[in-house]
């Protein structure tokens, strides 16, 4: 997994949730996206889940595997890596 990639998750991130003010280097890649960290609800789950199949073609299936995958940046960015058509 390529730091390139974590830049562009974080710019799903920015673009998708419509962030004003943020930059990528805002985020920390290891930082909790929900509660504490970067704050994320369940409607900006969505909203990742649509933007992450758009730009990479990568379908979460399930809640269950939701809950791994936005755990963080870093999360994010090696389930497409594994899983990018």
């Known amino acids: ?9 974080k710019q799903l991130i920015i673009d998708s949730l419509r962030i004003e003010g943020m930059g990528i280097s805002d985020i920390e890649t290891d930082a909790p ?3 504490e ?5 369940s409607i ?5 889940v ?5 730009a990479f073609g990568v379908v979460v299936p399930d809640a269950e595997t ?11 960015a090696e389930f497409i ?5």
Do not use: Y
């Open 66 to 76: 939701g809950n791994k995958v936005f755990r963080s940046v870093r999360t994010m």
């Open 44 to 48: 900006d789950a969505l909203q990742l």
């Open 37 to 41: 960290g970067l704050g994320l609800d």
């Open 81 to 85: 890596a594994e899983h990018r058509k």
């Open 33 to 35: 996206l929900f509660g």
């Open 50 to 54: 649509v933007g992450m199949e758009k």
């Open 1 to 9: 997994m390529s730091e390139e990639l974590i830049d562009q998750v």
